[in-house]
């Protein structure tokens, strides 16, 4: 019922402040279970993902959302609820089987799923490698994968933004159902999953026009931290440096006039 009113109130204002757009609604099923595999660039995508859709969608979130105290985690728990975000534990290992579990059960009972293979949002604007997950559920639910591409939700609200920029319109494209019958019974081949989750990401790609990467977007998000903490302490050392120098520089012409 919360999401409903959710969308009901939010989702006029949305529309009439940013103007957001949809391609290929039609290719989502009006019954029936089905996997929506998207991209994920912004905290926006929350608000516009589902926008077009006259079904719930649910989708799959870190517990951490849940988890909060006070005023904030309030707020927390109830946004999440109201985007149809069901919380899961992303700690690997056994906290991936139960996220899985979790997902076969939504399918189960005949509803959309939302999932974003990337396992986190992108930090530069570009699709990174997707996760074997989405290639589980949809061989073991043997249910329909559609690719839903999020655009421009990257330039109105990168990561980092407390409120999204006005005069980027978002956008999400909605693709063709992907059929992957010919591998039922196969979804405990490593390499099979692999290849599925590929193709999904490969139509993520297509939809998007983003530039793929090969690497978990989690890598490359700390890689890309790392790399400037060095910058940082790179640029610090140069600065005490210079000041030394300059302090050294000052003690020579002191003791020249001296």
Not at 161 to 182: A, E, I, N
Request: glycine share 10%; charged share 25%; proline share 5%.
């Amino acid at each position: 019922m919360l999401y409903w009113v959710v969308k009901a109130v939010v989702g006029p204002l949305l529309h009439l402040i940013f103007r957001p757009w949809a391609e290929g609604v039609d290719h989502v099923p009006r019954e029936g279970p089905v996997i929506l595999a998207g991209n994920h660039l912004s905290f926006a995508d929350h608000f516009f993902g589902a926008l077009f859709l006259k079904r719930k969608v649910i989708s799959l979130g870190k517990s951490d959302y849940f988890t909060g105290s006070g005023v904030k985690g309030l707020m927390s728990r109830a946004f999440f609820s109201g985007v149809g975000t069901v919380p899961i534990d992303r700690s690997g290992g056994k906290a991936s089987e139960a996220a899985l579990r979790t997902g076969k059960r939504i399918l189960a009972e005949g509803q959309v799923l939302g999932i974003y293979p990337e396992g986190t949002r992108s930090h530069d604007g570009r699709l990174y490698k997707g996760k074997t997950g989405v290639a589980r559920m949809a061989l073991e639910s043997r249910v329909p994968v559609i690719p839903w591409a999020m655009v421009n939700t990257f330039e109105m609200m990168p990561p980092g933004s407390v409120l999204p920029k006005l005069g980027h319109r978002p956008g999400v494209k909605f693709g063709k159902p992907l059929d992957f019958s010919r591998y039922y019974g196969m979804e405990e081949d490593r390499l099979v999953l692999r290849a599925v989750t590929d193709e999904i990401m490969y139509a993520l790609m297509e939809l998007s026009g983003q530039e793929y990467v090969d690497q978990y977007a989690a890598d490359a998000k700390a890689e890309a931290a790392r790399a400037a903490k060095e910058a940082r302490e790179t640029a610090r050392r140069e600065v005490r440096e210079a000041a030394k120098e300059a302090a050294r520089e000052a003690v020579r012409k002191a003791r020249k006039r001296g």
